[in-house]
């Protein structure tokens, strides 16, 4: 296993995905001798995982099931262990595709914080790209390492503790692309550019609050970025529901079928989504968007050196 090649069988070291249910999911590091607790019961390693293929039902000890799943970037964001706030897939898609990454891409990145981003973007790079990524929180980058070294991506990876702001990227004229996700994103634009290829690249800077936003666009135009552009991405879930409604009594004429429209003898109405007309109601399926949604997370400004 690995976070960038798919791995049929579970194997000894490997991070797998427990999934229990719907947002209920949880990572689990595979050894031999080790046993993991969850509400259906234990699962025991050496029997119950190594060997198993990914995707198998994997009965728990009090008889209850869960399925186990080849780890993916979306599904580390979804269930990795958090120390900072982390990007989350709808925010990582359009930075993904705005910056133009692909296989081979070289990226800068700071800081690495939880390396939910980080994930993606070595998954979208490999096998030949590579990511630089700045953390000046020392433990935080020894743990992004020691993730990376778990994962099998540490040589897709470069992670450095030291302040982008100060010191930079600590490479020059490679980058394809440069993305931040800092508080002061304006101190490291002068950086951004000088890691980027001289024959250009792409930028993003990911920030909560609009200021940060306004001095962010202002140090890209001084520094000479041009295509400048702001946005934001908000996601709508939709869960799929059976919905039921009254039909109107409007007295004896509507028991006849004609009166509501709908004739469900007619064979070309079996199996229509709203076929299922009993007792005075006529049931059909439909998207429903879920009451909450998620809100803001950050604007996104990208812009070009050219
Ligand atoms: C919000 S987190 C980044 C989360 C990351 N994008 C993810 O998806 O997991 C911001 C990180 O930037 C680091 N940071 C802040 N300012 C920095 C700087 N000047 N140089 C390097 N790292 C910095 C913080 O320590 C923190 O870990």
Partial sequence: MSFV?????IKDGDTAIVFLGHESMFPVKVQHGTVTQTKYGVIRHSTDLIGKKYGSKVTCSKGGWV????????????????????????????????LELKPGSIVCESGTGSGSLSHA?????????????????????????????????????????????????????????VFLDIP???????????????EGGRICS?????????????????YGFTEINTLEILLRVYNVRTISLQIPDLGKAAEDNSSTGFDSSNPSNQGSPCANLQQGTVQFKSGVPLREMVGHTGYLTFATKS
């Fill in 206 to 222: 990911f920030s909560p609050c609009i200021e940060q936003v306004q001095r962010t666009c202002l140090a890209m135009e001084e």
């Fill in 184 to 198: 002061s994103p304006w101190e490291a634009i002068g950086h951004a550019k000088s890691a980027l290829k001289a």
């Fill in 5 to 9: 090649e798919y791995g049929d069988t």
């Fill in 67 to 98: 399925f186990i799943l080849h780890p993916t970037p979306e599904l580390w964001t979804m269930n990795l262990p958090h120390r900072t706030q982390i990007l989350y897939s709808t925010d990582i898609s359009i930075i993904t595709m705005m």
């Fill in 121 to 177: 973007l070595i998954r979208t790079v490999a096998p030949t790209g590579h990511l630089y990524t700045v953390e000046f929180h020392q433990q935080r980058a020894e743990k992004a390492r020691e993730e990376f070294r778990e994962h099998g991506v540490e040589h897709l990876v470069t992670v450095t503790n030291q302040d982008v702001c100060k010191n930079g990227f600590g490479v020059s004229d490679i980058a394809d692309a």
